[in-house]
Nanobody
Framework: QVQLVESGGGLVQPGGSLRLSCAAS????????MGWYRQAPGKQRELVAA???????DYADSVKGRFTISTNNARSTVYLQMNSLKPEDTAVYYC????????WGQGTQVTVSS
């Protein structure tokens, strides 16, 4: 079992920055994939960024060059640094990790508005 606790969401002006954190506990040695997804009102949940055990990363085209995913050395926490935020980045952001099954965080709201 893995438990996930997210933090770092909030309200920010366009062009601003936020950093999301997702702390994992439990069977963290089994985690081989950590990712961030988001879901805006009326839209499907979509992948934002992901990182696998070897360190390779993947980003949605809409966030490339603005967002960076990373982990701590223990790979127990995954971060999403979000820069140059746009109103269209407004969504609930969810942390997701894979072991032999999927685990999801509770979600954290990010609102980009002036």
């Amino acid at each position: 079992q893995v438990q996930l606790v997210e933090s770092g969401g909030g309200l920010v002006q366009p062009g601003g920055s936020l950093r999301l954190s997702c702390a994992a506990s439990g069977s963290i040695l089994s985690i081989y994939y950590m990712g961030w997804y988001r879901q805006a009102p009326g839209k499907q949940r979509e992948l934002v960024a992901a990182i696998v055990a070897g360190g390779s990363t993947d980003y949605a085209d809409s966030v490339k060059g603005r967002f960076t995913i990373s982990t701590n050395n223990a790979r127990s926490t995954v971060y999403l640094q979000m820069n140059s935020l746009k109103p269209e980045d407004t969504a609930v952001y969810y942390c997701n990790v894979h072991t032999t099954r999927d685990y999801w965080g509770q979600g954290t709201q990010v609102t980009v508005s002036s």
